[in-house]
């Protein structure tokens, strides 16, 4: 067995970060998908539905990473898992996703 279920993360013998991750982004878009109706209306403040989003789907999805070894494809899977559901959230179609990432290399500079 190399990986085993302890309150609610996935722990491997490898010392790697990868099944808890898989686990804390699957719990995450079961969050989101839980909170479609709410963080996709639009009489809704985007503010309070990032606040929404910030409290109940980061959360889950961040919880326990403090103790994981970060690799740089386990925060791009994060990375790219977040922009999905924010975009789904903002109604960002896919044409615009080109837009959006010259906007975000250009504010990473």
């Given at each position: 067995?190399?990986?085993?279920?302890?309150?609610?993360?996935?722990?491997?013998?490898?010392?790697?970060?990868?099944?808890?991750?898989?686990?804390?982004?699957?719990?995450?878009?079961?969050?989101?998908?839980?909170?479609?109706?709410?963080?996709?209306?639009?009489?809704?403040?985007?503010?309070?539905?990032?606040?929404?989003?910030?409290?109940?789907?980061?959360?889950?999805?961040?919880?326990?990473?403090?103790?994981?070894?970060?690799?740089?494809?386990?925060?791009?899977?994060?990375?790219?898992?977040?922009?999905?559901?924010?975009r789904w959230m903002c109604?960002?179609?896919?044409?615009?996703?080109?837009?959006?990432?010259?906007?975000?290399?250009?504010?990473?500079?």
């Amino acid at each position: 067995m190399d990986t085993f279920c302890c309150f609610g993360d996935t722990l491997s013998l490898d010392k790697e970060a990868n099944a808890a991750l898989e686990t804390r982004i699957r719990i995450g878009s079961n969050k989101f998908r839980q909170l479609v109706p709410l963080v996709t209306n639009r009489d809704i403040s985007l503010i309070r539905r990032r606040r929404l989003y910030n409290s109940f789907v980061q959360s889950s999805m961040l919880h326990g990473s403090e103790t994981w070894s970060v690799k740089k494809e386990n925060k791009v899977a994060l990375q790219q898992t977040e922009i999905r559901m924010v975009r789904w959230m903002c109604d960002v179609k896919i044409e615009f996703q080109a837009e959006l990432r010259v906007e975000r290399e250009t504010r990473n500079r």
